[in-house]
T-cell receptor, first 113, second 113 residues
Framework: KAGVTQTPRYLIKTRGQQVTLSCSPISGHRSVSWYQQTPGQGLQFLFEYFSETQRNKGNFPGRFSGRQFSNSRSEMNVSTLELGDSALYLC????????????FGSGTRLTVV | QQQVKQSPQSLIVQKGGISIINCAYENTAFDYFPWYQQFPGKGPALLIAIRPDVSEKKEGRFTISFNKSAKQFSLHIMDSQPGDSATYFCAASKTSGTYKYIFGTGTRLKVLA
């Protein structure tokens, strides 16, 4: 069974640009969540999607957005990139939207220069 | 009230020893407590999880001890092996209402051969 697939694995962008990251969950998983991981702030919740609807959103500015498609694949977008957006962005999927353990992808390493 | 405090920040254990990592939470509404293991360049992987209706759960060499009254839980790794060297994160979540993980800050474990 294929795991959670995130693309691309690495990205280098310039301040002010925008970026789109992609996540394909495990087949059959309808819940997809996104987390930002940095050395200083650790793992921070961005948002969760279930059946194409955003159910929860973390405390990130509006520059961070996401969506989920009918096949459960998800994308997140960051506009007007700042140096502080440099991080590992992790996507996680779960079979149930409540109470189940997440399966994380390997992440997309975003570097903003 | 949303914090999960994890200690120690780093841990060095001899091969065959016991590794113990502790977490404390504040929100009594949390009812799902997973532990994740992360290797460099990889996303976190679910190790073991517990719900507050049990005080201990064991899976192989990994045991979670849960103290509901103290709002603390811990991970014990018995017979620690060099391959266990990784960063460990505890987390807490509610399985109703807003569903997201609140992660601890992580413990970097090094097991000496």
């Amino acid at each position: 069974k294929a795991g959670v697939t995130q693309t691309p694995r690495y990205l280098i962008k310039t301040r002010g640009q925008q970026v789109t990251l992609s996540c394909s969950p495990i087949s059959g998983h309808r819940s997809v969540s996104w987390y930002q991981q940095t050395p200083g702030q650790g793992l921070q919740f961005l948002f969760e999607y279930f059946s194409e609807t955003q159910r929860n959103k973390g405390n990130f500015p509006g520059r961070f957005s996401g969506r989920q498609f009918s096949n459960s694949r998800s994308e997140m977008n960051v506009s007007t990139l700042e140096l502080g957006d440099s991080a590992l962005y992790l996507c996680a999927s779960s079979l149930e939207s409540r109470g189940g353990g997440y399966t994380f992808g390997s992440g997309t390493r975003l570097t903003v220069v | 009230q949303q914090q999960v405090k994890q200690s120690p920040q780093s841990l060095i254990v001899q091969k065959g020893g016991i590794s113990i990592i502790n977490c404390a939470y504040e929100n009594t509404a949390f009812d799902y407590f997973p532990w994740y293991q992360q290797f460099p360049g990889k996303g976190p992987a679910l190790l073991i999880a517990i719900r507050p209706d049990v005080s201990e759960k064991k899976e192989g060499r990994f045991t979670i001890s849960f103290n509901k009254s103290a709002k603390q839980f811990s991970l014990h790794i018995m017979d620690s092996q060099p391959g266990d060297s990784a960063t460990y994160f505890c987390a807490a979540s509610k399985t109703s209402g807003t569903y997201k993980y609140i992660f601890g800050t992580g413990t970097r474990l090094k097991v000496l051969a």
